[in-house]
């Protein structure tokens, strides 16, 4: 993808292919990253995982792709270093009120999102290895409202009107009700949800 594609993503979609299955990626250190694999059986739960298919195409969304890494990096480099993943998140929100207006506000949003939703992930690995499905589901909830409120990758801001994601969530979340929920899936703006049935 980066070379053919040109698009500037990362391992996960990759890693999640070779290994198979749900997986749990620390990319720490991109050059080895440590992969785990969680065996879980959602149907135990009586859940299904649907991966839905918005119809939209990913197509002149490069740079609403890159924009998120780069973002990211200008409120790491007033740390002084290059990635989010080298600033301890306490560092980070007890020096907001100095960084802000020295990056734009998406900037810092979506730097938000990426500490919590670290914290989140390892909540999730941990809720499933313990057979506490409730818990995952609330957490695959509020990293879904993250992504939407704080990454804000469900739409293209250079194309407002179309927001393909946006009305797969909605229209989820209405059928689903109590009994599921749903969220973007992979990089956003186009593409899929997911939709724990």
Do not use: W
């Not at 995952?136 to 739409?155: C, T, V």
């Not at 179309?162 to 990089?187: D, K, M, T, Y």
């Amino acid at each position: 993808e980066n070379v053919y594609f040109g698009k500037p993503c990362g391992l996960m979609d990759q890693c999640a292919c070779a290994v198979g299955g749900l997986i749990h990626i620390d990319f720490k250190d991109n050059s080895n990253p440590v992969v785990e694999k969680i065996d879980n059986d959602f149907s135990q739960y009586g859940y299904s995982l649907c991966i839905v298919d918005v119809h939209a195409s990913h197509a002149d969304l490069t740079p609403d792709y890159a924009a998120i890494p780069s973002e990211m990096k200008e409120v790491a480099a007033l740390f002084g270093k290059e990635f989010l993943n080298d600033i301890p998140a306490e560092e980070f929100f007890s020096k907001l009120p100095e960084i802000f207006r020295k990056v734009g506000d998406r900037n810092i949003l979506r730097a938000m999102h990426f500490f919590k939703d670290n914290e989140r992930v390892q909540k999730e690995v941990d809720a499933l290895k313990a057979d506490d499905f409730d818990t995952f589901l609330s957490l695959i909830k509020e990293s879904g409202d993250s992504s939407y409120k704080r990454l804000q990758n469900i739409y293209s801001n250079h194309d407002f009107q179309n927001q393909p994601v946006s009305i797969g969530i909605a229209i989820s979340e209405n059928v689903l009700g109590n009994n599921g929920v749903c969220r973007v899936h992979g990089g956003g703006f186009a593409g899929t949800i997911q939709a724990f049935v």
